[in-house]
């Protein structure tokens, strides 16, 4: 797909999507442009038959000739709009355009400063239009046809159009196209089926990656995971016929960094529950267990793409959870990378017991950051529901941080409490502590477990089991997964 920027009057799409406030007349360079096209019907149809009103996620079609379509996309009342509900408006309307073109191409109107919606975060401008609008369409687009012997035309082009674009908003709108594409990239994994999707098949895509984008690649095999003392990795993985991957990649900028993160991905490529398997309804989508992983790789091939100056590292233990004659079991003591021991209580509480060792692993890379992305616990879901993403960690300056930029990326997340008294709940007669802890408190609980296997001053833990896929479609994105939490990840890193 190509993202391009354009004045308004040399669009070559033939449907251009222009947005409208409820209850307001309409008022932009795009609209008088298509306005005048049309012989002033555009506006005529609008107020004489009252037919568009600007409501929230309202649209109205109209045809302006045989080569011109527009989509009008209402944005709601100014007092209502936040950057998460622009982001519903704008893949929607993509969704719908992508019906009316015919030749494969949507215009979308990058709209004006929005400051003076008190809802949509403070600072809103073009730059942050430019980016949103690329990504959003494409999330509104997003389809995976591989294995559908019928495939539906794909748009190839997007352009965004405006009379004045500077510097600033060419940059940000080249950010909304990179994390668009480091999206795709992760749904396209996560939807692909697990029989393909095996460790050694990941770490392969690892090892593309890296040789593409020029990157510092180590991809570990069983061997050499095992000399690597990550015995709580190997545990989980051994019930499966796939051998277990453990892959490290690496961008250092051409100039000295500003910053050194670690991003570490939860990498399950399927999660039957081990010998606590796990009902065959909850195994239906458990391909996705792998999506932090997935999503690292997405997003360093952004940062890698847009040249930035901090130093990242991804990090993912690849395994399969299965149950065999040689899975581990219930009542396992295992002794993790860094010599804590870890009874194990429960194996489908397997992920944790992969990214104790990941994480351990980041100790040695001397980031000023770790963060780690996970479908870590159904917990989370009884919590916060399947649009918001639980947000933890150690460090509340950079916990408050990450939370402000998700809400500027249009994502949703909340905190939630590591507390000591959860190390209770963990409690072992017979090793430093079990991987879980009962009903009460799980994803806090998890994520107190998780802090035992990190040094870092500035850790941060995002629990994405419910976010990271949906069962139904919602306002913005299709049914299955959704490279949450991506968005705001770069958004992050290069802020």
Not at 184 to 208: H, M, R, S
Not at 478 to 490: A, E, F, K
Request: proline share 2%; hydrophobic share 40%; charged share 25%.
């Amino acid at each position: 797909m190509r993202f391009l920027t354009k004045k308004i009057e040399e669009f070559t799409s033939d449907t251009i999507i222009c947005f409208f406030w409820e209850d307001y007349k309409p008022k932009s360079n795009l609209f008088d442009y298509l306005n005048k096209l049309s012989n002033n019907q555009l506006l005529n149809q609008i107020e004489t038959y009252k037919i568009f009103k600007g409501e929230f996620m309202e649209t109205f079609k109209y045809s302006i000739n045989e080569n011109i379509k527009v989509l009008l996309a209402g944005l709601g009342k100014k007092d209502k709009l936040t950057r998460r509900k622009f982001s519903q408006v704008i893949a929607n309307a993509a969704r719908i355009a992508k019906n009316m073109t015919k030749n494969n191409s949507i215009g979308i109107e990058l709209i004006e400063n929005l400051n003076e919606c008190i809802n949509i975060t403070k600072n809103f401008n073009k730059e942050d239009s430019a980016k949103m609008s690329l990504c959003s369409a494409r999330i509104g687009l997003y389809e995976f046809d591989k294995y559908l012997s019928e495939k539906k035309p794909k748009i190839e082009t997007i352009e965004l159009l405006d009379d004045n674009f500077t510097k600033e908003i060419e940059n940000a709108a080249e950010i909304g196209a990179y994390t668009s594409f480091a999206m795709k990239f992760t749904k396209d994994l996560v939807n692909e089926q697990a029989q393909i999707a095996t460790p050694e098949y990941i770490a392969n895509i690892a090892a593309q990656i890296a040789k593409e984008h020029k990157l510092e690649a180590k991809i570990y095999d069983k061997n050499q995971i095992k000399e690597l003392n990550m015995n709580a990795f190997l545990a989980v993985s051994q019930g499966s016929v796939h051998e277990p991957k453990f892959i490290h990649l690496a961008y250092k900028p051409k100039c000295t960094p500003r910053k050194k993160i670690a991003l570490v991905g939860k990498g399950i490529t399927f999660d039957a529950g081990g010998m606590n398997i796990k009902p065959a309804t909850s195994m239906l989508t458990m391909k996705d267990d792998m999506t932090g992983a997935a999503s690292v790789l997405g997003i360093i091939q952004a940062i890698a793409k847009l040249e930035s100056d901090i130093e990242l590292h991804v990090v993912a233990a690849l395994c399969e959870n299965m149950t065999s004659g040689s899975a581990y079991k219930q009542g396992d003591i295992l002794t993790a990378m860094n010599g804590k021991t870890i009874e194990v209580d429960n194996t489908d509480a397997e992920g944790r017991i992969t990214l104790a060792d990941a994480l351990t692993y980041c100790d040695k890379l001397n980031v000023d950051e770790v963060i780690d992305i996970a479908t870590l616990t159904g917990a989370v879901i009884v919590s916060l529901g399947n649009n918001i993403t639980g947000v933890m960690g150690n460090n509340q300056k950079q916990i408050d941080n990450f939370i402000e930029i998700s809400k500027k990326s249009g994502e949703n997340t909340w905190q939630m409490p590591i507390l000591e008294e959860l190390k209770d709940n963990l409690k072992s007669n017979i090793a430093d502590m079990k991987n879980t802890g009962g009903r009460q408190a799980g994803t806090s609980t998890a994520a107190w477990f998780l802090s035992n296997f990190t040094k870092s001053k500035s850790w941060l833990h995002l629990d994405i089991a419910g976010t990271a896929y949906l069962d139904k479609s919602n306002k913005e994105t299709l049914q299955g997964p959704t490279g949450v939490m991506i968005r705001t990840l770069i958004n992050y890193l290069l802020s």
